[in-house]
């Protein structure tokens, strides 16, 4: 069975500090991840993804994310975060190739203060 | 980037008619899906489809739903009869493959009086 964990339901950052957003999933095969980011009303927009490789992969607007096996995490990371960056997050899991299944975590709500 | 389209941006309907949502993918990508989002609530996958078939969909997508993409036109969502409960954005997506990453529409607002 496959499934994405987002344990934080609202994270609060100054503006300028760091964030790390938490994502855990579980796969039973190759697991293809991603991070989407929906800003109100809006669809949802691709920061990153990870097919294989490299475990850190860098996606736009300064974000990126490390793929880890062993703890099943994919974890969003930003070194100095914007007001504008405030939104919903989602971590995506998706089944790999000719996969089918895509599952979304429950999202984080972020939003930076002054 | 690439775009995924959406109309009508808004639909308004009484419970009990028939709704078509119209989806205008990514033009070379081959997988089309559809999610359901509650107003400030978890995007919920739907169905995808393939070549022609639904290859997966989920407990929420009811049999009062179908999906089509006729001719290589608009990949449609028809809901017929809508429910109360169908209120929601419904979001569009493509992809160029299964597995890749997916492109999504802005949504559609369905409200069902």
């Known amino acids: 069975a496959q499934s994405v964990t987002q344990p934080d339901a609202r994270v609060t950052v100054s503006e300028g500090a760091s964030l790390q957003l938490r994502c855990k999933y579980s796969?039973?095969?190759?697991?293809?991840l991603f991070w989407y980011v929906q800003y109100p009303r809006q669809g949802l927009q691709l920061l990153l993804k990870?097919?294989?490789?490299?475990?850190v992969v860098q996606g736009v607007n300064g974000f990126e994310a490390e793929f880890s096996k062993s703890n099943s995490s994919f974890h969003l990371r930003k070194a100095s975060v914007h007001w504008s960056d405030s939104a919903v997050y989602f971590c995506v899991l998706s089944a790999g190739t000719g996969g089918y299944k895509v599952v979304f975590g429950s999202g984080t709500r972020l939003l930076v203060s002054p | 980037g690439p775009k995924v389209l959406q109309i009508p941006s808004h639909q308004i309907i009484d419970m009990g008619q028939m709704v078509t949502l119209n989806c205008d993918p990514v033009?070379?990508?081959?997988?089309f899906y559809w999610y359901k989002q509650i107003l400030g609530q978890q995007m919920e996958f739907l169905v995808n489809f393939y070549n022609g078939k639904v290859m997966e969909k989920s407990k929420l997508f009811k049999d009062q739903f179908s999906v089509e993409r006729p001719d290589g036109s608009y990949f449609t969502l028809k809901i017929q009869p809508t429910a109360l409960e169908d209120s929601a954005v419904y979001f569009c997506?493509?992809?160029?493959?299964?597995?890749?990453?997916?492109?999504f529409g802005p949504g559609t607002r369905l409200t069902v009086l």
């Open positions: 796969s039973s095969g190759t697991p293809y």
């Open positions: 997506a493509s992809s160029l493959w299964g597995g890749a990453e997916q492109y």
């Open positions: 990870y097919y294989s490789g490299d475990p």
């Open positions: 033009s070379n990508h081959l997988y």
